[in-house]
């Protein structure tokens, strides 16, 4: 077998393969040879018909079973003699597989970049310190009050924050909007769930008025056809409901389980769960803030087709979590997987750099390790206990927090290292960051 290598790009391999017909022949007549003293054909006694007559018949389907086989095994053994790790299958072009000629293709397919790791002492690495105060603890009762509560019919305007129960229908051109229309539609003015200009041409709208939206589909929109398009929308308002809060009393934090006590236990029980939270939270900015440092030290050459797939999957999800908030996710124009390739980007290149980390450190999960992590988690849950056992009761369960136990300890590895200080930051930014930013932009 005659194997060269060109290199059609950074990450780009272009291998061609020759195998010769005497390989391939011999194969065939082993295969045929097996195959005679097995076979049925009329006018022969089963496993006595001549090898000449067994060629005639299987000789062309055998030849393709061989060449199949001999492609599949000749390219792996050629990547294992190389040292070539492939991204993702590769593209075969055959040149020649004709009898006689034995078998000559390409292939083409990316490889892993090399990556050499920069010493980690020259990182810098941001470490959070955040303090739970009672500010903190009124702000987490607002936002449970907010969680349950109410809604109310009023007789003024809707106003952001409100819901509207709405009948409406679209059109596009004169004719119905496919999937355009609903009934008793509840619409919470302010969630941005619609396209735009849906819900600030309702806001000051009341009970009983219809309005007609004149608006237009986003350009790029998941339906190429309806991309920039105008669409008409007729939305009949049957209610507009204000939020009601309840009151914190003993009667509330019954809800929450809490039967002894009243306020004053409910309080403590909701500041315990901010700090495992909290502590939570922590962990998982310094070790995205770890990687950012090391992301931003490293240059690679990243291959294209884990690019293209980690945007496939950042598309996907972020359908998936749309639709798993009740949103149509075709409906509020859902960007294609191709927006996504900037973070999916910089998702392969902390990969390939976690994965190196892993590598050059050594680190593994013991099953210490794996058992805390596990209770950690089940804290949060009414029945811990049952958590853990659900948990370990499925090894794939089990896989994950293992692959979480690995990462956790290649970045302590990582940070152990780097330049380390302290920054103080307040529970809502420590959980809401993207949040609290933009309101601290936002004009008064």
Known sequence: MQVSIENSGALERRMMVQVPEEQIGSQIRQKLGELARSVRIDGFRPGRAPLAVVQRQFGE?????????????????????????????PVF???????????????????????????????????????IG???????????RKQHASWVAVSRAGQQGDQLLVDFAGTVDGEPLERGSATDHELELGNANMIDGFEAGLTGATAGEVRTLDLHFPDPYSRADLSGKPVQFVVTVKEVRERQLPTIDDEFVTRFGVTEGGVEAFRKEVHENMQRERDRAV??????????ALSAAHELELPKALITAESGRLHEESRRNLSMRGVDPDRVGHPGPELFAPQAQERVKRGLLMAEVIRTS????????????????????????AFVRWYYS???????????CIEEEAVNWLVAQANVSD?????????????TRAQEQSPE
């Open 61 to 89: 389907r055998v030849r393709g079973e061989v060449l199949s086989d001999t492609l599949r095994q000749s390219f792996s053994d050629a990547l294992q003699s190389h040292q070539l790790r492939p991204v993702a299958d």
């Open 93 to 131: 072009n055959p040149v020649a597989a004709d009898e006689g000629q034995g078998l000559s293709y390409t292939a083409t397919f990316e490889v892993y970049p090399e990556v050499a790791l920069k010493p980690p002492a020259e990182l810098s690495v941001k470490r959070p310190v955040c303090d």
């Open 134 to 144: 009672d500010a903190d603890i009124d702000n987490m009762l607002e936002v449970l």
């Open 283 to 292: 962990t998982r900015r310094f070790n995205r803030q770890a990687m950012e």
């Open 362 to 385: 050594g680190v593994q999960a013991t099953p210490a390790k794996v058992r805390a992590m596990v209770e950690s988690m089940a804290a949060s849950y009414e029945q811990p206990e």
């Open 394 to 404: 499925e090894p794939g369960r089990l896989q994950e927090v293992e692959a979480m």
């Open 423 to 435: 920054e103080s930051v307040s529970f809502d930014d420590l959980m809401n960051p993207g949040q």
